[in-house]
């Protein structure tokens, strides 16, 4: 009688799964059988109501402790502790409507953006996607820091910038293409050059630190700022047809961007943009999985870039991942 009851309990689920019923249906469906079953053998056919009780009792404890599991997970909170903020105006509901229906953000999710508060060091190739993604998906408060203006041979692969914009900041330029796109975000500009001074009072009023620069001074001055002061540090950079990326993030797992590079290379070895020259979509790849590592990290959504650098190859359309792990001599993660 056991045996034809899982049967039975075995063709609900296949069927279940075929015609795509929602899971509490499915378990429902299953239950009911079971009881059923045990209702019609123990009163009718003088079945054993212990064994029925037990069987039933064990399903039952599995059921529940399989689901506060996934409940759990599925609260798994964010290595980025940004508050969920405020509510959203009509308009906000609907421009969001597309990260609303997504099951591992919601509304939950797009709080948790609107509460975030993202820094971003440069306006340049990968700044342009990063900044214009980051104000598309709703995230709260964008800081944008860089001291120069944009040129006329930036327009190639800069795109947040537009030809008129030629010889104006580069953060006024962004800033405002960034409000054009997207009214409920707050942009901060800051018109100046990264120094370790202002990377220690900036760094802490922001959630995450987001670096698109490509010189190796600013690249170690804010990773040292990142790490001391425990912030995830989202690091891309581009050569040519090849870019890279990773989340640094020691203070949960992994190593630091200097564990990994420990030394600039020689002046000559790693020409910049402007000598080695640079594919105009490359920065668009590459900032957009930068802008989609912050959107992870901010919400807890999927699994980050941290402890493994990701290696995409334009050229040939490839992309891999090396495992990454710190180094026991890190003058900058490893102090103390
Ligand atoms: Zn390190």
């Given at each position: 009688?056991v045996l034809?009851t899982l049967?039975v309990?075995?063709m609900?689920?296949?069927?279940?799964?075929?015609?795509?019923w929602?899971r509490a249906?499915?378990?429902s469906?299953?239950a009911?059988?079971?009881v059923?079953a045990?209702v019609?053998?123990?009163t009718?056919a003088e079945?054993n109501?212990?064994a029925w009780?037990l069987?039933?009792g064990?399903?039952?404890?599995v059921?529940?402790?399989s689901?506060?599991?996934?409940?759990l997970k599925?609260?798994?909170e964010?290595?980025?502790?940004?508050k969920?903020?405020?509510?959203f105006?009509e308009?906000e509901?609907?421009?969001?409507?597309?990260?609303?229906v997504?099951?591992e953000?919601?509304g939950?999710?797009?709080k948790?953006?609107?509460?975030?508060k993202?820094?971003v060091i440069?306006?340049?190739?990968?700044?342009?996607?990063?900044?214009?993604?980051?104000?598309?998906?709703g995230v709260g408060?964008?800081?944008?820091i860089?001291?120069?203006?944009?040129?006329n041979?930036?327009?190639?692969r800069?795109?947040i910038?537009?030809?008129?914009?030629?010889?104006?900041?580069?953060v006024?330029?962004?800033?405002?293409a960034?409000?054009?796109?997207?009214?409920y975000?707050e942009?901060r500009?800051?018109q100046?050059r990264l120094t370790a001074?202002?990377a220690?009072?900036?760094f802490?009023?922001?959630?995450?630190i987001?670096d698109g620069?490509?010189n190796?001074?600013t690249?170690?001055l804010s990773?040292?700022?990142a790490?001391a002061q425990?912030?995830?540090?989202?690091?891309?950079?581009l050569?040519?047809w090849?870019g890279q990326?990773s989340?640094f993030h020691?203070?949960?797992?992994g190593p630091?961007?200097?564990c990994v590079?420990?030394?600039a290379?020689e002046?000559?070895?790693a020409?910049?943009c402007a000598a080695?020259?640079?594919v105009a979509?490359l920065p668009g790849?590459?900032?957009?999985?930068m802008?989609?590592?912050?959107?992870k990290?901010l919400?807890?959504?999927g699994?980050v870039?941290?402890?493994?650098l990701?290696?995409?190859d334009?050229?040939?359309?490839?992309?891999?991942k090396?495992?990454?792990?710190?180094?026991k001599?890190?003058p900058i993660?490893?102090?103390?």
């Open positions: 009688m034809a049967g309990m075995a609900v689920w296949a069927l279940g799964g075929r015609l795509r929602p249906l499915v378990w469906g299953m009911l059988v079971y059923a045990a019609f053998d123990v009718l079945g109501l212990a009780a069987i039933g064990f399903a039952a404890c059921g529940l402790y689901a506060a599991l996934s409940r599925a609260r798994a964010p290595e980025v502790a940004a969920p903020q405020g509510t105006r308009a509901l609907e421009r969001y409507a597309r990260h609303i997504l099951r953000l919601g939950a999710g797009q948790k953006l609107k509460g975030a993202v820094l440069g306006a340049g190739g990968l700044g342009s996607p990063v900044l214009m993604y980051l104000a598309a998906a408060t964008i800081g944008v860089d001291d120069d203006t944009v040129d041979s930036n327009l190639q800069q795109v910038h537009r030809d008129d914009m030629i010889g104006l900041p580069k006024q330029s962004a800033c405002e960034m409000l054009a796109l997207n009214p975000v942009v500009p800051y100046r001074e202002l220690e009072s900036l802490a009023e922001y959630d995450v987001l620069t490509d190796f001074e690249r170690y990773n040292a700022a790490v425990g912030k995830p540090l989202i690091s891309g950079a050569a040519q090849e990326l989340v020691p203070a949960v797992s630091c961007y200097q590079f420990p030394e290379p002046a000559g070895l020409p910049s080695a020259g640079v979509p790849v590459i900032g957009t999985m802008a989609l590592e912050a959107v990290l919400t807890g959504a699994h870039t941290r402890g493994e990701l290696i995409y334009g050229l040939y359309g490839e992309s891999r090396i495992k990454l792990a710190p180094r001599d890190c993660c490893q102090k103390g």
